[in-house]
C-alpha cells in the first residue's frame, strides 16, 4: 500500500531552509536538510534515509541555527513513515 504524504514545507520553513542553502558556514548536515525541507515546499516528494539522518543531527546539535533547526524540523516531519514488519506466526 502506497503511504500518503500530507505535510509540505511551510512558508516559514522554506524561508529558514533558503537562509540555510545561502549561509556559507551552514554544515552539509545543515544544508542537506535544508534542501530537502526547501524541495518539498511544492511537491510530494518524502524526505530521503540520507536528508532524515543530517536533519537528524542538526537537530542534536546545539551550535545548529534556530534556521537551520527549521529547516531539520520540517525535513523530519516529512520523512516516510518506517514499515512495521508482520509479526511471524508462533510455531506449534
Do not use: C, H, I, W
Amino acid at each position: 500500500m502506497a503511504v500518503k504524504k500530507s505535510e509540505s514545507t511551510g512558508k516559514n520553513a522554506a524561508s529558514a531552509a533558503a537562509k540555510v542553502l545561502k549561509d556559507p558556514k551552514a554544515s552539509k548536515d545543515a544544508k542537506v536538510a535544508a534542501a530537502s525541507a526547501l524541495t518539498q515546499s511544492k511537491s510530494k516528494e518524502m524526505t530521503s534515509p540520507k536528508a532524515a539522518s543530517a536533519a537528524a543531527k542538526v537537530m542534536r546539535d546545539p551550535k545548529a541555527s534556530k534556521e537551520a533547526k527549521t529547516a531539520a524540523a520540517s525535513a523530519l516531519t516529512q520523512k516516510a513513515a518506517k514499515a512495521v514488519p508482520a509479526k511471524k506466526a508462533a510455531k506449534k
